[in-house]
T-cell receptor, first 111, second 114 residues
């Protein structure tokens, strides 16, 4: 069974801290790994990763994939209260065209 | 439209009733997905359409759930004889169908079965 596991499930930090969110996966046929941010209802796309070792970066957010160890991390530096959200990791299964999501990490940034 | 539109945003119904949830994808997107998200969980795949046909319906939990996309655009998710366990947010997403996984999600329909 295809599985995506995120850790921690919940994280509370102070504004300005740096956080690292983890995502590990066990899937039959990997195509790509995606990160989404979910603030209220609609998840919004952050990154798509297909190759190992290549960091994707957008402002204070960055992500990297390790296809040998089957995991990805999402880093957020100099966190702001607006970063508070649920961060979802998902894996696209080759040929199946469906995303398998992890449970999400609920990140809370306190002022 | 500019984004994926879902209606209703909230639906409260009684156990045993029939409900329909509607999704209007981004114009030109050929792929459409339905996901279900329970409290504290990630979205769970239900069904995927490529054009008018259901390419993968392996996530539908049982035969009370059915979805259609008759003209390859708007889709309707239909739930018969609702049960309390069906309560969740039903998310619709669309993509251009290039197959790399970037889905654009709607705001979801929150279904509560009393």
């Amino acid at each position: 069974e295809d599985k995506v596991v995120q850790s921690p499930l919940s994280l509370v930090v102070h504004e300005g801290d740096t956080v690292t969110l983890n995502c590990s996966y066990e899937v039959t046929n990997f195509r790509s790994l995606l990160w989404y941010k979910q603030e209220k209802k609609a998840p919004t796309f952050l990154f798509m990763l297909t190759s190992s070792g290549i960091e994707k970066k957008s402002g204070r957010l960055s992500s990297i994939l390790d296809k040998k160890e089957l995991f990805s991390i999402l880093n957020i530096t100099a966190t702001q209260t607006g970063d508070s959200a649920i961060y979802l990791c998902a894996v696209l299964i080759q040929g199946a065209q469906k995303l398998v999501f992890g449970q999400g990490t609920r990140l809370t940034i306190n002022p | 439209g500019a984004g994926v539109s879902q209606t209703p945003s909230n639906k409260v119904t009684e156990k045993g009733k029939y409900v329909e949830l509607r999704c209007d994808p981004i114009s030109g997107h050929t792929a459409l997905y339905w996901y279900r998200q329970s409290l504290g969980q990630g979205p769970e795949f239900l069904i995927y359409f490529q054009g008018t046909g259901a390419a993968d319906d392996s996530g539908l939990p049982n035969d009370r759930f059915f979805a259609v996309r008759p003209e390859g655009s708007v889709s309707t998710l239909k739930i018969q004889r609702t049960e309390r366990g069906d309560s969740a947010v039903y998310l619709c997403a669309s993509s251009s169908g290039t197959g790399h996984g970037e889905l654009f999600f709607g705001e979801g329909s929150r279904l509560t079965v009393l």
